[in-house]
């Protein structure tokens, strides 16, 4: 039979876990950062943050507006004497330019907030990435065509859908690391990472679809 008073005091105690619980924040808002970032030091200067469900409160609806509204387009690049396929589909909204969903905005937002002091600049420029399966992946790289490839900065990756891994190698050789990107998670590269690190999100035998939203301070590429 349905016991009204264990009801009521179950409910009683799920209130008080919310008014107290101090990670409690307004649906739909990022996560707070201060106090919730682990960072491993990479070494060589480099080092990563991660903040797992960032922003699980928007993830879906951030999924399926990257999804339906971004205008994405299929690249080509040679490749020794023939042209192939980019294995994922992008798109990059650049400074100023309205991002596809509220939650997207708040996250630039509080992370230009909570990075300022260490970055000394907004971030500004969005790019997208929509991983569509297991087959899709990025090559071993560092962000270096602007300014990464000369200075410090940070890369701050927002992830939605299907967990892929993002691995890291350092640049001339040594062992390898990897964090696995979830559903609304927050890593962010900083330090000399771009310059003295690559990373990587390698193909799997199996996976649903992936978006991936890198914010990067301005001439950052
Ligand atoms: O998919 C990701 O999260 C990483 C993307 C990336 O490394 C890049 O586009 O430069």
Not at 46 to 72: I, T
Not at 92 to 103: C, S
Not at 122 to 143: E, I, K, L, Q
């Amino acid at each position: 039979m349905f016991d009204h008073r264990r009801m009521l005091a179950r409910m009683d105690f799920q209130a008080t876990l919310f008014a107290e619980d101090p990670t409690d924040t307004a649906p739909g808002a990022p996560g707070p950062l201060d106090g919730h970032v682990e960072r491993t030091d990479l070494g060589r200067g480099a080092w990563l943050d991660v903040r797992r469900d960032w922003l699980a409160g928007v993830a879906d609806g951030v999924f399926d507006a990257l999804v339906h509204d971004v205008p994405w387009r299929a690249e080509r690049r040679q490749m020794y004497d023939r042209v192939v396929a980019v294995p994922r589909l992008l798109h990059t909204y650049g400074a100023g330019e309205p991002l596809p969903h509220p939650g997207l905005t708040a996250a630039r937002e509080a992370l230009s907030a909570h990075y300022a002091d260490e970055l000394g600049e907004p971030f500004t420029t969005a790019g997208c990435c929509y991983y569509r399966d297991g087959n899709d992946s990025v090559a071993w790289h560092g962000d270096t065509i602007g300014r990464g490839a000369r200075q410090d900065t940070m890369v701050a990756i927002v992830s939605f859908g299907d967990p892929r891994r993002l691995a890291l190698r350092p640049r001339g050789g040594g062992p390898s690391t990897a964090v696995v990107m979830g559903h609304g998670d927050l890593v962010v590269m900083g330090g000399s990472c771009q310059r003295t690190w690559e990373h990587a999100v390698p193909k799997v035998a199996h996976a649903g679809p992936r978006l991936s939203v890198q914010f990067r301070p301005a001439g950052v590429f």
